[in-house]
Each structure stands twice: as structure tokens, then as C-alpha cells.
């Protein structure tokens, strides 16, 4: 199984490296860490719309353990925002992914600032968006389940592993969702570069390292269609995607939105 395989990875890693100076474990959780989570993170994605396995349980069980490594006790919330995401997409009152006002304004169109909100984009995602949402409970079991068995992985993993291996793990996780080529799919699903286009792809080779998970618009269409079967849907509709606007490099796209000043938060498309 992908998750348990990448779990034990990041885990070998983390173990490998505790200890180092930050001359070793933080090149090794830029390249290879942040890599392994990103694909976690899709993992969950996965989980998130039941694609894993059959029945539900299985989906949030796997996304606990896919979640160990990640530090910040986020799969559950992620699952039920990101459904929410879907049946609400543009709606600044139940669409967690579309930054707030006051987010785009703090943020605007300097690329100092753009710099330091790719950086610490999970954690905005995780923190200040859902409290934006006040129509949608924050906390409920699923979550408080959430952050036990979190705590009780990193506890495991503390005593199992040493402090030390936190730093790797923490800026593996942090950069995953950051300053870095995989991150800019955040940037990627909806940022509007081409006018009346909502939703893009990416069709470049970083995809076989992240799940496919930059076959956006494919997912979007077919939310049923697991990561494997994603390519596929392009293949058997090409009428439906070749006239579309996609990308093909997520590094080239993290440097465009940082410096081209006509790209920003607000550039979204919002409903209501």
C-alpha cells in the first residue's frame, strides 16, 4: 500500500537525519520530505472522497495513518473542507480553499509578501480559513479522533526516534505545502490566468511523484475517478480539455504568481 510504503519512508528518513546539523536534515526535507508529504497529502485527497477503499471507515482510518508524518493534525479537517470545496467552489462562506478579503488585502500584490504566504500557506489553510468559515463546525468527533491519535503517533515517535527528528518532519511538512515546485498546485487549481477559466490542470512529469494530482480539471469533473484512472479521463474527452489553458511546470508557475504583480489572491472567481 502507497501510504504505509511513504509512512515508513518518512519515517526511515526522519530517523536517518535526527541528530544532523541543518546543513544535512534540511536539504534532505526540502527534497526528498517535502516530496514524501506532498504525496501523502494526496493520499488523503484520496481518502477524502472514499477512493482508497470501498467503505468510509477504511478512507479515514488510512488518512489517520497517512497524517502521522505530516505532524499537524489536519487529514479529518481537510476531508470535510475539501468536500465542501466541491459542492460550494467560489463561496467565501463555505469554500475553505478560496482565500478571505482580509487574507487578499494583508497578501496584495507585493512579491515580498506573496513570497511569505506561499511559505506558510498550510498553515494558513489550517488555521485562519476555517475559523473564516463560522457556518461550518470546527471541531467534531471525527476531528477530536483526529488529534488523539496524532498526539499519540508523535508520542510514539519522540520517544521512538528522539526529539531531533521532529525538525525534519516539521519542515517537511511545512515546505510541502510552501516555497517549494509541488506546492505551487495550490496555485495551480484555481488561480485565474486565462479569463473565464476557473479551474486548470498540469499535464508536467512532476505528476508521477504526486499522485496525478495536477489532472485538476479531470478530477473536477469526475470526483469518482481515483488518482490511477485520472489520465485516462483526458484521454478517452480530449474534446473536453485540449481547448483548456493547463500548465506544464509548477516551478515556472511558483515564480510567475510571486513576481507577475497581475496575479494575487483576488485572483479568483467568487460567487456570492
Not at 481518502?47 to 488518512?63: D, G, Q
Not at 512579491?111 to 476555517?130: C, F, N, Y
Not at 511523484?209 to 469533473?221: I, P, S
Request: with cysteine; proline share 5%; hydrophobic share 50%.
Amino acid at each position: 500500500m502507497w501510504t504505509a510504503g511513504l509512512v515508513a519512508a518518512q519515517l526511515a528518513l526522519a530517523w536517518a537525519v535526527a541528530g544532523r546539523s541543518w546543513l544535512v536534515w534540511l536539504p534532505c526535507a526540502y527534497v526528498a520530505g517535502a516530496t514524501i508529504d506532498h504525496a501523502l497529502w494526496v493520499l488523503v485527497h484520496e481518502c477524502s472522497h472514499n477512493l482508497v477503499f470501498r467503505w468510509r471507515l477504511a478512507n479515514r482510518v488510512t488518512a489517520l495513518v497517512a497524517n502521522i508524518p505530516l505532524v499537524f493534525p489536519a487529514a479529518m479537517s481537510f476531508c470535510k473542507y475539501h468536500l465542501l470545496h466541491h459542492r460550494h467552489m467560489g463561496e467565501p462562506a463555505l469554500d475553505a480553499d478560496l482565500p478571505g478579503p482580509t487574507e487578499s488585502w494583508l497578501v496584495g500584490r507585493s512579491a515580498v509578501r506573496k513570497t511569505i504566504w506561499v511559505s506558510l500557506l498550510g498553515l494558513i489553510q489550517g488555521t485562519a480559513r476555517p475559523l473564516r468559515l463560522t457556518g461550518v463546525r470546527l471541531v467534531d468527533g471525527w476531528a477530536l479522533v483526529n488529534v488523539a491519535s496524532q498526539a499519540a503517533g508523535l508520542a510514539a515517535l519522540v520517544w521512538w526516534l528522539g526529539p531531533a527528528a521532529l525538525k525534519y518532519l516539521t519542515a517537511s511538512a511545512v515546505i510541502a505545502v510552501g516555497l517549494h515546485p509541488l506546492g505551487a498546485r495550490w496555485i495551480q487549481e484555481h488561480y485565474v490566468v486565462q479569463d473565464g477559466q476557473e479551474t486548470y490542470s498540469y499535464y508536467g512529469p512532476l505528476n508521477r511523484l504526486a499522485f496525478n494530482v495536477g489532472y485538476h480539471n479531470e478530477h473536477h469533473d469526475v470526483i469518482t475517478v481515483p488518482w490511477s484512472k485520472l489520465p485516462d479521463v483526458r484521454r478517452i474527452a480530449p474534446e473536453f480539455y485540449d481547448g483548456l489553458y493547463a500548465h506544464y511546470s509548477w516551478t515556472k508557475l511558483l515564480v510567475r504568481f510571486i513576481r507577475d504583480r497581475r496575479l494575487s489572491l483576488f485572483s479568483r472567481m467568487v460567487r456570492g
